[in-house]
């Protein structure tokens, strides 16, 4: 049986930016725009020319997409004529391949913030679809509130969506601007819309407020729209908008969806999705949600001892899906809980090759074991539990030694009188027999501390100057009977590889050492540096 097609339109670029502490650059807009373009997706909403620079240069020019580029805006302004209503030329002057409007669906709406009539904003709605079409575009009509319009008064809301159909635009989304809808309520609703105008004319646009704009959009889906609008990673103003990285794999690799629809996303491209939700990530310089579905670090990860036993031997038994089918990877924790099979497991990961009988290999899971008893994390610090490994495993080559640091905290006046406090690090480090001393300034003791130890590391300088340290979390521990710090520090480096280690102390300060070091040295192995001189550690 012929699958129906399902249309999938990214409004990241748009509603996305409405994101509190979420600012695109030009170049940002460009970059997520082609990364949402290789995942396959139909229509890519770049901004709203003319409302602000940026989005006025992102569509002053072709931006060779396979997507539709899509502008959005307002319709023209009530009691104003098309040919007189600036908002609407930059839109329609705008080189897009589409055109989405928003108008107003609640009457409620129409009468408090447009203060015009119901009639006045149907005309409005049919005269900017029209124009628009004039101009050769594709037209979508985003019928804000239309759910609570619909509640409200059924007979308007409807009138302003088939306002739009009729004058021909392509798209009339069904839009849940305050994200308060409920799934068997979008499911009703979007089934008495369908009677009126054809189901694949009708989109969703869904979000977050209840957490159910990812459920909200299947069950549009299911009544009968098809298009879902949404964002990578769910990005969107107050709790964000629909989630495309949860619904693209949702509809692809769930029979009841997959059974009855396709969708452009190819099988190769669906692998890219972990990928395209760290990469956002990393443009937004925000640390990626561990536990977000499908894709996220902890997405297939396990646990205890005898569901990894399990999984190893046949995967499907705690997984809904295969985690490559989305690019990412099931991980076993190693941790207290966690057996043999946890270790020899993620010993496997990252490429070690040992026997399970090996004596090594119980030395490494009771030290493992151990130091966990005394506050260390390694399932959450992948990198330090790899060195661990390698060390009582293989060899770590030995790169450098610090020979002392010293981190001193000043409070003092500063020349204006104001109380500053200030820290400095000196650490000296010996490499090849060579002693070199740095000393740095930062914000904090840790900041100073990890500046001057990467400041000058002789021969190996080149090896880490791609590294930055991108998160740092400190706990305090209860660990036997005195208070430990626990610190994890998150790295990447210039391949976009990140990277977790840890360090535990009852002093901050040392805790953070161990950590940057872990990070430093695993950068080092990662990058294939030689050791320094002869020996190892
Ligand atoms: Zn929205």
Same mark, same amino acid.
């Given at each position: 049986m012929a699958r129906e097609r399902l249309y999938l339109f990214d409004t990241t670029l748009r509603d =996305?930016?409405?994101?509190?502490g979420v600012d695109f650059t030009l170049n940002d807009k460009l970059a997520v725009a082609k990364m949402l373009d290789d995942l396959g997706?139909?229509?890519? @909403? =770049?901004g709203y020319p003319g409302a602000n620079p940026i989005d006025t240069q992102l569509f002053s020019e072709g931006r060779k997409l396979a997507a539709s580029f899509t502008a959005f805006g307002m319709t023209r302004r009530p009691g104003r004529s098309t040919s007189n209503d600036p908002g609407l030329a930059a839109l329609l002057e705008a080189t897009a391949d589409a055109i989405c409007f928003v108008a107003k669906s609640w009457d409620y709406h129409v009468r408090v913030a447009l203060e015009t009539t119901p009639d006045e904003n149907l005309a409005s709605i049919r005269d900017s679809v029209r124009a628009a079409r004039g101009r050769g575009r594709e037209v979508l009509l985003d019928c804000e509130h239309f759910f609570d319009g619909y509640k409200a008064n059924a007979p308007f809301a409807l009138a302003c969506a088939k306002a739009a159909y009729e004058e021909g635009a392509r798209w009339i989304v069904l839009c849940d601007t305050n994200g308060g809808a409920l799934p068997h309520e979008v499911e009703k609703i979007v089934g008495e819309v369908v009677k009126l105008i054809p189901g694949d004319h009708i989109g969703i646009h869904a979000h977050n407020d209840t957490e159910q704009a990812v459920a909200n959009s299947l069950a549009a889906v299911r009544a009968g729209a098809r298009q879902i609008q949404g964002t990578l990673n769910g990005l969107g103003e107050r709790c964000g908008n629909a989630n495309l990285v949860s619904i693209i794999p949702t509809l692809k690799l769930k029979p009841e969806f997959a059974e009855r629809f396709e969708v452009a996303v190819s099988d190769t491209q669906l692998k890219k999705l972990a990928h395209a939700s760290r990469a956002l990530d990393e443009i937004l310089n925000r640390a990626p949600n561990r536990h977000a579905p499908y894709v996220g670090e902890s997405a297939f990860a396990t646990k205890a001892g005898i569901h990894a036993s399990a999984i190893l031997k046949e995967p499907a038994t705690y997984e809904h899906? !295969?985690? @490559?089918?989305?690019g990412n990877r099931r991980k076993l924790l190693v941790s207290d809980q966690g057996g043999k099979s946890n270790v020899l497991a993620e010993l496997e990961r990252i490429g070690v090759v040992v @026997?399970? !009988?090996?004596?090594r290999v119980a030395r490494l899971l009771d030290e493992v074991k151990q130091r966990e008893a005394a506050g260390f994390a390694y399932e959450a610090a992948d990198a330090s539990f790899e060195l661990l490994a390698r060390r009582i495993l293989e060899k770590v080559p030995n790169y450098f030694d610090v020979e002392k640091f010293d981190v001193n905290v000043e409070q003092r006046h500063n020349a204006l009188g104001q109380r500053v406090t200030v820290s400095l690090a000196v650490v000296k480090v010996k490499v090849d027999g060579e002693s070199l001393i740095s000393a740095a300034e930062g914000n904090g003791p840790v900041n100073a501390l990890d500046l001057a130890l990467r400041k000058d590391l002789g021969k190996y300088q080149g090896y880490i100057n791609g590294l930055e340290l991108t998160d740092y979390r400190v706990r305090i521990l209860n660990a036997g009977t005195q208070a430990v710090t626990r610190v994890l520090i998150e790295s990447k480096d210039e391949t976009g590889e990140r990277w977790t280690t840890v360090g535990v102390s009852p002093n901050i300060i040392e805790a953070s050492f161990q950590a940057l070091m872990d990070s430093i040295v695993y950068k080092l192995f990662k990058s294939g540096a030689p050791a320094t001189g002869a020996g190892h550690r």
């Amino acid at each position: 049986m012929a699958r129906e097609r399902l249309y999938l339109f990214d409004t990241t670029l748009r509603d =996305g930016a409405q994101t509190n502490g979420v600012d695109f650059t030009l170049n940002d807009k460009l970059a997520v725009a082609k990364m949402l373009d290789d995942l396959g997706i139909d229509y890519v @909403e =770049g901004g709203y020319p003319g409302a602000n620079p940026i989005d006025t240069q992102l569509f002053s020019e072709g931006r060779k997409l396979a997507a539709s580029f899509t502008a959005f805006g307002m319709t023209r302004r009530p009691g104003r004529s098309t040919s007189n209503d600036p908002g609407l030329a930059a839109l329609l002057e705008a080189t897009a391949d589409a055109i989405c409007f928003v108008a107003k669906s609640w009457d409620y709406h129409v009468r408090v913030a447009l203060e015009t009539t119901p009639d006045e904003n149907l005309a409005s709605i049919r005269d900017s679809v029209r124009a628009a079409r004039g101009r050769g575009r594709e037209v979508l009509l985003d019928c804000e509130h239309f759910f609570d319009g619909y509640k409200a008064n059924a007979p308007f809301a409807l009138a302003c969506a088939k306002a739009a159909y009729e004058e021909g635009a392509r798209w009339i989304v069904l839009c849940d601007t305050n994200g308060g809808a409920l799934p068997h309520e979008v499911e009703k609703i979007v089934g008495e819309v369908v009677k009126l105008i054809p189901g694949d004319h009708i989109g969703i646009h869904a979000h977050n407020d209840t957490e159910q704009a990812v459920a909200n959009s299947l069950a549009a889906v299911r009544a009968g729209a098809r298009q879902i609008q949404g964002t990578l990673n769910g990005l969107g103003e107050r709790c964000g908008n629909a989630n495309l990285v949860s619904i693209i794999p949702t509809l692809k690799l769930k029979p009841e969806f997959a059974e009855r629809f396709e969708v452009a996303v190819s099988d190769t491209q669906l692998k890219k999705l972990a990928h395209a939700s760290r990469a956002l990530d990393e443009i937004l310089n925000r640390a990626p949600n561990r536990h977000a579905p499908y894709v996220g670090e902890s997405a297939f990860a396990t646990k205890a001892g005898i569901h990894a036993s399990a999984i190893l031997k046949e995967p499907a038994t705690y997984e809904h899906v !295969s985690p @490559e089918t989305v690019g990412n990877r099931r991980k076993l924790l190693v941790s207290d809980q966690g057996g043999k099979s946890n270790v020899l497991a993620e010993l496997e990961r990252i490429g070690v090759v040992v @026997e399970k !009988s090996d004596d090594r290999v119980a030395r490494l899971l009771d030290e493992v074991k151990q130091r966990e008893a005394a506050g260390f994390a390694y399932e959450a610090a992948d990198a330090s539990f790899e060195l661990l490994a390698r060390r009582i495993l293989e060899k770590v080559p030995n790169y450098f030694d610090v020979e002392k640091f010293d981190v001193n905290v000043e409070q003092r006046h500063n020349a204006l009188g104001q109380r500053v406090t200030v820290s400095l690090a000196v650490v000296k480090v010996k490499v090849d027999g060579e002693s070199l001393i740095s000393a740095a300034e930062g914000n904090g003791p840790v900041n100073a501390l990890d500046l001057a130890l990467r400041k000058d590391l002789g021969k190996y300088q080149g090896y880490i100057n791609g590294l930055e340290l991108t998160d740092y979390r400190v706990r305090i521990l209860n660990a036997g009977t005195q208070a430990v710090t626990r610190v994890l520090i998150e790295s990447k480096d210039e391949t976009g590889e990140r990277w977790t280690t840890v360090g535990v102390s009852p002093n901050i300060i040392e805790a953070s050492f161990q950590a940057l070091m872990d990070s430093i040295v695993y950068k080092l192995f990662k990058s294939g540096a030689p050791a320094t001189g002869a020996g190892h550690r």
